[in-house]
């Protein structure tokens, strides 16, 4: 059994996602095991209690310095002894101890095809907006390993969804939940899950 932890700040879609495969077995051989939050009132955290799953959270605003809250997220994902740790809308710069623990035992979901509408800035309904700004006619969504940089390691799974006349920043984010985030992030963890990711020359191949 692979051990999850979900790491996220708002909603948790993704999170309820995981959880709704796990139940209809679309996700085979893992348990999430805990969920940490950085905020307090994270929607995500009622999400984990209703399914009986332990969650925790560890807000900067309680540190007074920022080595201190590294020092506690990093111990709080060690404490669930994770095989695996997916950022599910974590919208927090990473510890670097927390990046090196978890090399190639970490994934990230990201609502662009990368290396499109990422990196610094680029995240939550600020990637929508730009997307339409440029007038994109595809965009989608990425999982991938999470490395020092931002939305730059290994990609493992991506899936593109069009960008309609009339799109909002909202209704193109929930497209690309629905249609993409909803469906890739259960994929990545089922097929890490049963050993069917494999890393070669500094790239992620994961096999249907
Ligand atoms: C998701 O769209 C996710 O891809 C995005 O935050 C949202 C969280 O929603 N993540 C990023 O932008 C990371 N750069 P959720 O809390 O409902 O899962």
Redesign the pocket.
């Given at each position: 059994m692979l051990r999850v932890v979900v790491m996220?700040?708002?909603?948790?879609?993704?999170?309820q996602a995981v959880l709704d495969a796990l139940r209809d077995g679309k996700i085979t051989n893992a348990e999430v095991v805990g969920v940490i939050s950085n905020k307090k009132d994270a929607y995500?955290l009622t999400r984990a209690a209703d399914a009986g799953i332990p969650a925790v959270c560890v807000s900067p605003k309680d540190y007074a310095e920022r080595a201190q809250f590294d020092e506690a997220l990093l111990a709080a994902a060690d404490s669930f002894s994770p095989d695996l740790v997916v950022l599910?809308?974590f919208?927090v710069i990473l510890p670097a101890a927390l990046i090196s623990r978890y090399r190639n035992r970490m994934i990230?979901?990201?609502?662009s095809l990368i290396p499109s509408f990422c990196g610094k800035g680029?995240?939550?309904l600020r990637?929508h907006e730009e997307v339409l700004a440029r007038g994109c006619k595809v965009t989608g969504?990425t999982v991938h390993f999470v490395d020092e940089g931002c939305?730059s390691g290994p990609i493992l799974l991506q899936k593109a969804v069009e960008v309609k006349r009339g799109d909002t920043p909202e209704t193109l984010?929930r497209r690309?939940?629905e249609e993409a985030?909803w469906q890739l992030l259960p994929q990545a963890i089922d097929r890490i899950a049963n050993g069917r990711v494999t890393f070669e020359a500094g790239h992620a191949y994961a096999e249907p």
């Open positions: 996220v700040s708002g909603g948790g879609t993704n999170l995500a599910a809308g919208l990230n979901i990201h609502p680029f995240y939550g990637v969504a939305d984010q690309v939940m985030e």
